[in-house]
């Protein structure tokens, strides 16, 4: 599947993967998975890894759609959630600085992005320095 997640409950963070070519239908798939999971959670940081991604879809509207469904159950009370795009280069750097851009006018959701996983993990408050440690020691 392009679209992963995993919920790390006793660190408050999902760690998202996009692999291969991203599409919004896989990326509402995965939402409306992540909506309905015992482990979601109001202010959960999302690592958002699209270091495997090789192209995306651009169909801009329906972006946009699934970016308001994220808001929807992102954002809530006064909880505010950060996501952090990891982002090394090329497509992905790219969807990352469009999807982040998608958030600025967003209260209640701070993106970022990093080319560096170490520095992404870091910015989540995380010990590890790379995603196969994270992915190791969360079991």
């Not at 995306?56 to 159950?73: E, T």
């Not at 600025?104 to 959701?109: L, R, S």
Request: with cysteine.
């Amino acid at each position: 599947m392009p679209v992963t997640f995993r919920i790390f409950p006793e660190r408050g963070l999902v760690y998202v993967r996009y692999v291969g070519d991203c599409t919004i239908a896989e990326t509402r798939r995965a939402l409306e998975a992540y909506a309905i999971h015992p482990g979601r959670a109001p202010g959960q940081k999302q690592l958002i890894d699209l270091s495997a991604v090789t192209s995306y879809d651009r169909d801009f509207a329906n972006l946009m759609a699934v970016q308001a469904r994220k808001a929807d159950l992102f954002i809530g009370g006064e909880t505010q959630t950060l996501l952090v795009y990891f982002a090394p280069e090329g497509p992905s750097q790219d969807l990352a600085r469009l999807s982040q851009r998608s958030w600025d006018a967003v209260d209640g959701v701070i993106a970022m992005v990093q080319h560096d996983e170490g520095e992404a993990l870091a910015l989540l408050g995380q010990p590890e320095r790379s995603l196969a440690a994270l992915l190791e020691a969360a079991g």
